[in-house]
């Protein structure tokens, strides 16, 4: 089975400053895909970066960059020069494949973290 | 290009008393998912489409949870009698292929329910 936990219920940032957002994950499986997603208080998720497994490099999109450590099966995020329109819950998700070797897009999901920037 | 829409935005009702929430995906897309998201949680698979046939329910309580898509188009998820546990967002989300791209899932706004 697996598992996405992020240890954080809230984090604090200040703007313009940087901040990082725990992940960790649980699978058996040696081909996986790593999400990082943002919901807004308007309640949809919006895809902010994609790690997969057999990666090299670390994702990067903009603001956003992905500290992935495979041995340690962590995949934080790291939002670079925060902004006010970054408050709101971020959560990480894994995709696996299916038995098949091709994923169905069934995302897990952890709990969340909410993240507050102040001005 | 339109989003995946839901409606309504918002339900309050008994416990016991029935609902059916309705998601309309992005035109084209063939793949529909419906996923739970309780207070406090990451959204939780309840069931899968691709066209009309179902994928995976695994995660679905079917003895009171109901989802369909006839048409291979817009869904339907029913409780029927909903509990006070049932009360959570349900999430829509559509991608154009079974196997999508990362950044090919897109999600709608969410049903948030209340159970009283």
């Known amino acids: 089975a697996q598992k996405i936990t992020q240890t954080q219920p809230g984090m604090f940032v200040q703007e313009k400053e940087a901040v990082t957002l725990d992940c960790t994950y649980d699978?058996?499986?040696?081909?996986?895909?790593l999400f990082w997603y943002k919901q807004p208080s308007s309640g949809e998720m919006i895809f902010l970066i994609y790690q997969g497994s057999y990666d090299e490099q670390n994702a990067t999109e903009g603001r956003y960059s992905l500290n992935f450590q495979k041995a340690r099966k962590s995949a934080n995020l790291v939002i670079s020069a925060s902004q006010l329109g970054d408050s709101a819950m971020y959560f990480c998700a894994m995709r696996r494949p299916s038995a098949g070797g091709t994923s169905y897009g069934k995302l897990t999901f952890g709990q969340g973290t909410i993240l507050t920037v102040h001005p | 290009e339109a989003g995946v829409a839901q409606s309504p935005r918002y339900k309050i009702i008994e416990k016991r008393q029935s609902v059916a929430f309705w998601c309309n995906p992005i035109s084209g897309h063939a793949t529909l998912y419906w996923y739970q998201q309780i207070l406090g949680q990451g959204p939780k698979l309840l069931i899968q489409?691709?066209?009309?046939?179902?994928?995976?329910d695994s995660q679905l309580p079917k003895d009171r949870f109901s989802a369909e898509r006839l048409k291979g188009v817009d869904s339907t998820l029913k409780i029927q009698p909903a509990k006070l546990e049932d009360s959570a967002v349900y999430l829509c989300?559509?991608?154009?292929?079974?196997?999508?791209?990362?950044?090919?899932?897109?999600f709608g706004p969410g049903t948030r329910l209340t159970v009283l």
């Open positions: 989300a559509s991608s154009l292929a079974l196997d999508p791209r990362p950044n090919e899932q897109f």
């Open positions: 489409f691709q066209n009309n046939g179902v994928v995976d």
């Open positions: 699978t058996s499986d040696q081909s996986y895909g």
